[in-house]
Nanobody
Framework: VQLVESGGGLVQAGGSLRLSCAAS????????IGWFRQAPGKEREGVAC????????LYRSSVEGRFTIFRDFAGNTVDLQMNSLKPEDTAIYFC???????????????????WGLGTQVTVSS
C-alpha cells in the first residue's frame, strides 16, 4: 500500500485547509484510513478515521465539529477538511491504513500498518 499526503500549508487561525491522502495498492476493498498528526516534541495522535465498508467515522474530541474526514470518489482520495483552525492544530499530518477490518475505526496509531510521509500544517495566531 502506498500513501501520499498533500494539501498542507500555512494558514491563519480561523482559516481552513483540505488535506488529501492518495492511497493505492490495497489487497481488498476492506480497510480503514486514519489521519494522524505529530507536533514537535509530542507523540503522534489520531485525528480522524473512516472505514471503507460502512463509511463510519471517528474523531478526536478536540477536532470534532471542525474537521471532517470523507472519501472523495472522484479523486480516489480520503480527504480531511479542516475548518476553524487553531494554532494548536499545527503539526505534521499523516494518513495511514490498516487492511482487512470491516466496520472498524481506531485513533490508535500503533494499530495502523502503512503510513505516508506526511504534510506540514502550520496555523499562525
Amino acid at each position: 500500500v502506498q500513501l501520499v499526503e498533500s494539501g498542507g500549508g500555512l494558514v491563519q487561525a480561523g482559516g481552513s485547509l483540505r488535506l488529501s491522502c492518495a492511497a493505492s495498492g490495497f489487497a481488498s476493498d476492506v480497510y480503514a484510513i486514519g489521519w494522524f498528526r505529530q507536533a514537535p516534541g509530542k507523540e503522534r495522535e489520531g485525528v480522524a478515521c473512516i472505514s471503507s465498508t460502512d463509511d463510519s467515522t471517528l474523531y478526536r474530541s478536540s477536532v470534532e465539529g471542525r474537521f471532517t474526514i470523507f472519501r472523495d470518489f472522484a479523486g480516489n482520495t480520503v480527504d480531511l477538511q479542516m475548518n476553524s483552525l487553531k494554532p494548536e492544530d499545527t503539526a505534521i499530518y499523516f494518513c495511514a491504513v490498516v487492511e482487512g477490518l470491516p466496520n472498524w475505526n481506531s485513533l490508535d496509531p500503533s494499530l495502523y500498518d502503512y503510513w505516508g510521509l506526511g504534510t506540514q500544517v502550520t496555523v499562525s495566531s
